[in-house]
């Protein structure tokens, strides 16, 4: 059932825009695969083979830690809402920190973020598009502020924890 592309299509483009939540898998050779999901408006397309997310605190760090060891990193789009569709984009990432030339490149392209920790620029090599009909219907309410609102307060009580909205 599943389709594959070589790059985003517009009609991809526009279904990721879309989405408020999406999924990160990355794993090493001998790892557990780790599989999170985000949110926050944090993922960017840049070209119709790559793509950026911002990445913010709130876990341990194991996706930056298996990029950094290997780079596999699979994202993946699931509609809960609407025409059911699941959109994975396969490839590798980089991690990149604030103090690499490449965050003032990118760092822009998104809202800041209280407790942003880097950003991972995706290189995409294959887009696979499946059906997603035994996923079921969501209604999306609105995002959550917790994250946002504990990063700030870390932050202000002076624990070491940095956030990118002053820059």
Known sequence: MGTRYNELSEQHRQFIAEQKIFFVATATADSRVNVSPKGMDSFRILGKNRA?????????????????????????FCAFEDAPLILRLYGTAKVIHK????????????????????????????????????????SYESDRDLLKDWAIKRRQAGLGLTDQING
């Open 52 to 76: 950026a997310w911002l990445n913010v605190t709130g876990s341990g760090n194991e996706t930056s830690a298996h990029a950094q060891v290997n780079p596999r990193m699979t994202i993946m």
């Open 99 to 138: 103090n690499d030339v490449a965050w003032n490149e990118l760092f822009p392209l998104f809202e800041p973020l209280a407790g942003t920790r880097q950003i991972f620029d995706h290189s995409i090599d294959l887009v696979q598009a499946s059906c997603g009909m035994a996923v079921p219907n969501y």
